[in-house]
């Protein structure tokens, strides 16, 4: 998840040294927001405001219908879909509406809604904190799942009269799944299904580069982790998403980066979507806290799945203990469904392995592909087959089982 990100921070690198100082002249693409997308994809959408207990204004898009099956007046059962680090509502529509995770739940009935993480480019408003004020950006993925996704699905099933929705992450929409069902069990029974796609839970396996090299600077705290949480990840976030947005799209000079971006993503495993790149590049890096990145690297450093490590005298200050108390997972009552990619480097199958015994209600799936990679989960010209049909499929079961 963090070498794709390093890749894109180059190629913008390379696009803003291109065009040595003058980059400002480049025409700026104007960011398309989710609705948009969704509209000109030929769906209705909606777009809705939620804030959080904590004052973060969050930006959610909804698909309330389909307009293949003109079920507008109908009951539908509500999925809610969640993104990634570095990521935002966007992902789960660039596939199309043949293919993509959003339109395959909306084609078969479903309400779908999309949320966005407090820090992503949607989700950059507070009412009590100024953006601008380094308390903005002092959360990390605890916070997205302590407060974030209670928000938004109180706001959804207020709004819709349901009593429970299915829920579908992708990697940190799992990290933060496992942080709201343990730390807030009452969430649960909210519940109908829950799909983690790339769980990256615990973390002692991954392979993933950048978390491995980075692990000795900040993956305990120390002077690394001190001089650099509390931050947004790039403060020239939204430059480098418009160089790079430009780059993929109009330039014929800058192309050329986004080409050997294409390659260099696709890392050989040769299933992603590449025709999909300009358009991923439109919307990511959606920005995030430098905290979220850091928490994943203790993650992997401790092998323990656990609450933001500040030192152990914040930590006695903040928890009553020395060491960052670990999430109970034996709270996670909901159906849980975990999805493994054999060739995911980030959530790796052996750490997903350790979760079932903790898990009262589970069923884990491995990705036959032997290739299948932690991006193949959103991006993968077979996600339709090999991901979004199993999740849709188990939804609906539970619909039909559960009907009254
Ligand atoms: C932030 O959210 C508040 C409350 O929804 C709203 O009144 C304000 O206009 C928003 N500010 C920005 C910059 O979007
Ligand atoms: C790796 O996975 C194995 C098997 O699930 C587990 O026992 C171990 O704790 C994990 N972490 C490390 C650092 O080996
Ligand atoms: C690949 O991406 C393109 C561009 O968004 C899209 O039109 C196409 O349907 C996608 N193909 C698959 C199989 O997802």
């Not at 905290?291 to 500040?310: A, K, L, M, T």
Request: aromatic share 12%; hydrophobic share 40%; proline share 6%.
């Amino acid at each position: 998840m963090f070498k794709q990100f390093l890749l894109i921070l180059a190629v913008a690198g390379a696009g803003l040294a291109a065009s040595e100082n003058d980059f400002i002249d480049i025409p700026f693409k104007r960011l398309k927001t989710s609705a948009e997308r969704i509209e000109s994809h030929g769906y209705p959408a909606e777009s809705h405001f939620v804030e959080t207990e904590d004052g973060y204004v969050l930006n959610m898009f909804r698909i309330p219908h389909s307009p293949k099956l003109n079920n507008g007046q109908q009951q539908r059962p509500v999925v809610f879909i969640q993104h990634g680090l570095f990521s935002c509502s966007d992902c789960f529509l660039l596939n199309g509406p043949d293919d993509a995770l959003a339109y395959n739940f909306a084609d078969k009935g479903y309400d779908v809604w999309l949320g966005n993480a407090r820090g992503n480019l949607y989700s950059r408003n507070n009412t009590k904190i100024n953006i601008k004020h380094p308390n903005f950006w002092a959360f990390s993925w605890h916070e997205i799942g302590a407060y974030d996704l209670p928000a938004m699905i109180d706001y959804i099933l207020e709004l819709t009269g349901e009593s429970a929705l299915h829920y579908v992450g992708h990697s940190q929409g799992c990290t933060t799944f496992f942080v709201m069902a343990s730390f807030r069990p009452e969430y649960n029974a909210k519940i109908k299904t829950a799909h983690m796609l790339a769980p990256p839970i615990f973390m002692g396996n991954v392979t993933e580069g950048t978390v491995v090299a980075l692990a000795p600077y900040v993956g305990s705290p120390g002077l690394g982790a001190e001089l650099l949480q509390n931050q947004v990840f790039l403060p020239w976030n939204e430059v480098v998403q418009r160089v790079l947005d430009t780059a993929c799209s109009n330039d014929p000079y800058l192309l050329s980066y986004c080409k050997t971006l294409a390659l260099m993503w696709g890392g050989g495993e040769g299933n992603l979507n590449v025709t999909l790149l300009p358009q991923v590049a439109e919307t990511h890096p959606a920005g995030i806290s430098t905290n979220q990145g850091i928490h994943f690297i203790q993650s992997y450093v401790s092998n323990q799945f656990r609450r933001y490590d500040w030192g152990p005298k914040k930590n006695m200050a903040k928890y009553g203990s020395v060491e960052p108390p670990a999430y109970d997972l034996t709270q996670i009552t909901a159906e849980v469904y975990l999805y493994a990619g054999p060739a995911d480097g980030s959530a790796n199958l052996k750490d997903i392995a350790r979760l079932p015994q903790y898990l009262p209600n589970h069923k884990i799936f491995e990705i036959e592909d032997e290739s299948w990679g932690h991006l193949d989960f959103i991006f993968a010209l077979k996600v339709k087959e090999v991901i979004n049909d199993k999740v849709i499929m188990i939804s609906e079961t539970y619909d039909w089982l559960n009907k009254v």
